[in-house]
């Protein structure tokens, strides 16, 4: 019985686990890339997305454990496409600069949107898409898995824009580090203790209801897999508040960068992959 049960819960908060920093560090690496190699790279991983979003519909269509896994892998290979997209300049938002010294309050917040509108954009719709393709489908694992991942991000990005101590910034790219100018840092914000609170809420409200004895295996597994998905969201967020140094998980996925560092200062302009609309106009479309 302990077997089983650790099969039951503890495989998948694992298996959680361990796609989340290995995700993570592949898209650090694919990022990390020269100009060439991050295209093609990009075009592969759109390919990919493009399958796993169809797999994640498939996968919402059967009430089992494999398929709750599958829908789970399927939303973070999608997601995965939003933040390579991002991380290497395809598609940001209209504004490419950082903002001025002294700007704050309202107008700064507008200026730092339209830093990652497109992006933003791009994921609303995606998000719009994945829960009308699965709407009323017994499987929610992968719409369940892109919302919270959706949900954290905006929370994260609301907690870097107010302050916090750790922002990031490594993570940054060259050609995305105008970015910086809307990160403030502070030891912490009044927005954090809500960001931890609700989404601590959640996951326990759907650990308990994965351990009670009515819940079907298949549904046990999907609720263990966003939880333990929206638990480790969680993490992400104190390690944005507390004194330690973030990139050490990945620092093995850090390597790309360093060197696109160095490429970049000997390259001017930096290179990096033109923004969609770019490639357009040039193409007369």
Request: aromatic share 12%; hydrophobic share 55%; glycine share 6%.
């Amino acid at each position: 019985m302990e077997y089983a049960a650790l099969v039951e819960y503890g495989l998948p908060v694992l298996f959680a686990l361990f796609l989340w920093w290995f995700s993570t560090g592949l898209v650090l690496i694919l990022d990390g890339l020269p100009r060439n190699a991050a295209r093609l790279s990009l075009a592969a991983v759109t390919g990919i997305a493009i399958a796993a979003l169809y797999g994640l519909v498939r996968a919402s269509q059967v009430e089992s454990v494999t398929a709750a896994y599958a829908g789970f892998v399927c939303a973070l290979l999608v997601w995965g496409w939003q933040e390579l997209s991002f991380l290497t300049g395809w598609i940001t938002g209209p504004r490419k600069h950082a903002c001025v010294p002294g700007c704050r309050g309202w107008l700064h917040f507008v200026h730092a949107v339209q830093a990652i509108l497109y992006h933003e954009a791009a994921i609303l719709v995606a998000g719009v898409a994945i829960v009308a393709l699965t709407w009323n489908a017994p499987n929610q694992v992968g719409t369940w898995t892109y919302l919270v991942l959706w949900l954290m991000r905006i929370s994260a990005k609301l907690n870097l824009f107010l302050g916090v101590r750790n922002t990031g910034e490594e993570f940054l790219p060259e050609h995305l580090h105008y970015l910086k100018s809307f990160f403030r840092r502070r030891r912490m914000n009044l927005l954090f203790p809500i960001s931890v609170t609700a989404p601590t809420v959640l996951a326990t409200l759907m650990v308990e209801c994965a351990l009670d004895s009515g819940t079907p295996p298949a549904a046990a597994t999907g609720l263990v897999l966003v939880a333990a998905l929206l638990g480790l969201a969680i993490v992400e967020h104190w390690m944005m508040v507390l004194p330690v140094r973030v990139a050490a998980l990945w620092e093995w996925a850090m390597r790309t960068h360093r060197r696109e560092r160095v490429d970049a200062a000997s390259v001017t302009p930096p290179e990096r992959l033109a923004p969609w609309w770019d490639i357009a106009s040039r193409r007369g479309f």
